[in-house]
């Protein structure tokens, strides 16, 4: 019993361990869309727009100008990264090789995607947990709503915006973020 005890502790006390030692998304390993380890560590020092995107939604226009806007600063530092999900009224119900498929036929997407995640409940991918906690941004903080939610990231891995699923992603307001992040 007392082995028991001591092993669920030490289940515990890792679990919670490795969700309060995140401190930057830099942090994170997660899935590319083909299912290779992506350890997001390799994008120190790089400015990122992390969104969570689906094929089917009333904003799925939107990767158009998350296309435009990463091929206009990816040369100085900006990394656009998709991770679909699901969570929305059923919007991204597509495995993620039809997803891949989608992106490139329908919007010639070349910035990196990643595997289907959930960005809410229960099973939210612990990256987004970090994206929405406190702790990671007060200000960017909070339950994400919808679909192509935008989290602009800093060159050390912490959130320094986010922007609702209805600010276009080559917005005046997520451009003028985007240049401040890359330090002009």
Not at 6 to 13: E, R
Not at 84 to 99: D, K, M, R, V
Not at 104 to 127: E, H, N, Q
Not at 136 to 157: E, H
Request: with cysteine.
């Amino acid at each position: 019993m007392k082995t028991a005890l001591l092993f669920a502790a030490a289940i515990f006390l890792t679990v919670g361990n490795t969700m309060s030692a995140a401190n930057s998304v830099h942090d994170f390993k997660m899935k590319a869309i083909d299912g290779k380890e992506v350890n997001l560590a390799d994008y120190k020092g790089k400015v990122l727009l992390m969104v969570n995107v689906a094929s089917k939604c009333g904003y799925t226009g939107q990767y158009k100008a998350l296309e435009a806007v990463y091929r206009k600063y990816k040369d100085r530092g900006l990394v656009v990264m998709g991770f679909p999900a699901n969570n929305f009224l059923w919007q991204e119900p597509g495995s993620n090789e039809e997803i891949a498929t989608f992106c490139k036929r329908t919007y010639d997407v070349t910035f990196p995607m990643f595997s289907k995640i959930s960005v809410l409940g229960a099973d939210k991918a612990p990256l987004y947990d970090y994206l929405t906690s406190d702790a990671a941004n007060k200000k960017t903080s909070g339950m994400i709503k919808w679909n192509f939610t935008k989290f602009l990231i800093g060159p050390d891995g912490k959130p320094v915006a986010r922007f609702g699923p209805g600010t276009e992603p080559d917005a005046a307001e997520v451009t003028a973020a985007i240049e401040q992040a890359l330090g002009k």
